[in-house]
């Protein structure tokens, strides 16, 4: 079992309140990005007293979005982290250099990271690993693709992608999130319903050593008209949002749900 010694300040959030976080994916410019910040902060005093909110970034946009969030009740992150600290690995960027930033969150295995650049289970548990050992809290995403799910493996496939990571051991799993993000419903329109997305809530939190610590989070085309009906099953913590969270006030709308 690893043996890391983790920081042991508490999450910002555990399962009592709603977790919302924002990933921009490859998104965004200097005026665009402020524009849509101006946005969020016009109401998001209102909506942080019962929901945690959160943004993920790409990595040249951190300097901007931290001065600009600086002192006001939404966190952010960034999309990626290397499993190395340090060295010749041109193009990465390591989980100290987030934290210089202000970053309170990373994802981890996003689905597009898998697919794209064919990360293994083993290596998104690694940059979990080094997310946590500088106190970042990594978002570790997983989910089954369409064929998967027709052919009856979603569970099967979700308890591989997160077996790693559980490997860790109880102290590093109570500081992680995990999100759920079907495959065949991120970008595409298609939804789970509540009941299927509740269903593989249920599953995973089984798998957690601490099932009433960690926040389950739930992606894939949420949206303000359907935000509320997900977020009302009991084993769904919040959500992981993609497309929305390009719009602020659909993404407050979401985090208002």
């Known amino acids: 079992m690893l043996e890391t010694a983790y920081n042991t300040a508490p999450p910002l959030m555990h399962r009592t309140g709603r977790l919302v976080i924002g990933n921009w994916k490859m998104n965004g410019s200097l005026p665009s990005n402020m524009s849509l910040l101006d946005g969020l902060l016009s109401t998001v005093e209102s909506v942080a007293k019962t929901t945690q909110l959160a943004i993920c970034v790409p990595f040249p946009y951190l300097a901007q979005v931290s001065q600009k969030l600086a002192d006001l009740p939404v966190t952010w992150g960034a999309q990626?982290?290397?499993?190395?600290?340090?060295?010749?690995?041109?193009g990465e960027v390591s989980a100290a250099m987030l934290v210089e930033f202000g970053c309170r969150w990373v994802l981890v295995g996003?689905?597009?990271?898998?697919?794209?650049?064919?990360?293994?289970?083993?290596?998104?548990?690694?940059?979990?690993?080094a997310a946590l050992s500088v106190g970042l809290t990594p978002v570790v995403c997983v989910g089954e693709s369409l064929a998967e799910r027709d052919a009856g493996q979603a569970q099967a496939v979700i308890e591989r992608q997160l077996a790693p990571v559980l490997a860790m051991g109880e102290a590093a799993?109570?500081?992680?999130?995990v999100a759920y993000e079907p495959v065949w419903a991120i970008g595409t329109g298609r939804t789970a319903s509540p009941e299927q997305a509740q269903e593989i809530h249920a599953s995973i939190r089984q798998l957690l050593p601490s099932p009433s610590h960690t926040p389950v989070l739930y992606g894939g085309s949420v949206k303000p008209d359907n935000?509320?009906?997900?977020?009302s099953m009991p084993d769904i913590d919040g959500g992981l949002i993609g497309g929305a969270s390009l719009v602020a006030a659909d993404f407050l709308a979401i985090a208002n749900s």
């Open 80 to 90: 990626d982290v290397s499993a190395h600290t340090s060295g010749a690995y041109t």
């Open 110 to 129: 996003h689905s597009e990271r898998r697919t794209l650049h064919g990360e293994s289970d083993e290596w998104v548990a690694a940059k979990a690993k």
């Open 173 to 177: 799993v109570k500081q992680l999130v």
């Open 227 to 231: 935000a509320s009906t997900l977020f």
